[in-house]
């Protein structure tokens, strides 16, 4: 397993943007696929971004595709998310997650690494 922190949360107003970041530790982490999900309090995670290990194939949750793009930079094992056109509707707590398994980063699985996550807060 990797270990994850994510940054970059905090209050914005709507139609503002955001960027959150994921450092990793571990040198297999380069060859992860990895992802960010999102949690409202009493709520399932929702599967919100998905990126290969070489960054050539993204994957988004229909609410966030259009506004949000997940990249990688492996040389500093970091994955980000830059959050446009911000709404209410997207705040929560933002998790990143990775494993060797792009399928399971998808179905939001449990057993994949997860960070601690990062509180975003969208004000109309």
């Known amino acids: 397993q990797v270990q994850l922190v994510e940054s970059g949360g905090g209050l914005v107003q709507a139609a503002g943007s955001l960027r959150l970041s994921c450092a990793a530790s571990?040198?297999?982490?380069?060859?992860?696929?990895a992802g960010w999900f999102r949690q409202v309090a009493g709520q399932e995670r929702e599967f919100v971004a998905a990126?290969?290990?070489?960054?050539?194939?993204?994957k988004y949750g229909g609410s966030v595709k259009g506004r949000f793009t997940i990249s990688r930079d492996n040389a500093k094992n970091t994955v980000y998310l830059q959050m446009n056109s911000l709404k209410p509707g997207d705040t929560a707590v933002y998790y990143c997650?990775?494993?060797?398994?792009?399928?399971?980063?998808?179905?939001?699985?449990?057993?994949?690494?997860w960070g601690q996550g990062t509180q975003v807060t969208v004000s109309s």
């Open positions: 997650a990775a494993d060797e398994d792009y399928f399971k980063i998808v179905t939001v699985n449990t057993e994949v690494s």
């Open positions: 571990g040198r297999t982490f380069s060859s992860y696929p």
């Open positions: 990126i290969d290990w070489s960054g050539g194939r993204q």
